[in-house]
């Protein structure tokens, strides 16, 4: 079984910042993509940041010089850093990862929980 474990979320005024890290945990192979995902109320969960296992990066254009996405391989974990906070970054942040459980399988996407990031003054 794989569980991803999201942590970081919170309450920070416009133009703050925040970090969010997702570890992955379980029986797998290996982890190709991972990526943070977002939903605010009343909106379509839409991709905010993905990088793959070889460090390539792609950003939504609304983040795109405001958010950082990187791993670390070795503790399984992607982070978000958050800067320059804006009001519509207010959302539900979802980290996920396609993962291979065994090598020559195919691999299968999986969600985090979820974790709250409010951006208010």
């Known amino acids: 079984q794989v569980q991803l474990v999201e942590s970081g979320g919170g309450s920070v005024q416009p133009g703050g910042s925040l970090r969010l890290s997702c570890a992955a945990s379980g029986s797998f192979f290996s982890i190709s993509t991972m990526g943070w995902y977002r939903q605010a109320p009343g909106k379509e969960r839409e991709l905010v940041a993905t990088i793959t296992s070889g460090g390539f990066t792609n950003y939504a254009d609304s983040v795109k010089g405001r958010f950082t996405i990187s791993r670390d391989n070795a503790k399984n974990t992607v982070y978000l850093q958050m800067n320059s906070l804006k009001p519509e970054d207010t959302a539900v942040y979802y980290c996920?990862?396609?993962?291979?459980?065994?090598?020559?399988?195919?691999?299968?996407?999986?969600w985090g929980q979820g974790t709250q990031v409010t951006v208010s003054s």
């Open positions: 996920n990862a396609f993962i291979l459980l065994v090598k020559l399988g195919v691999p299968r996407v999986y």
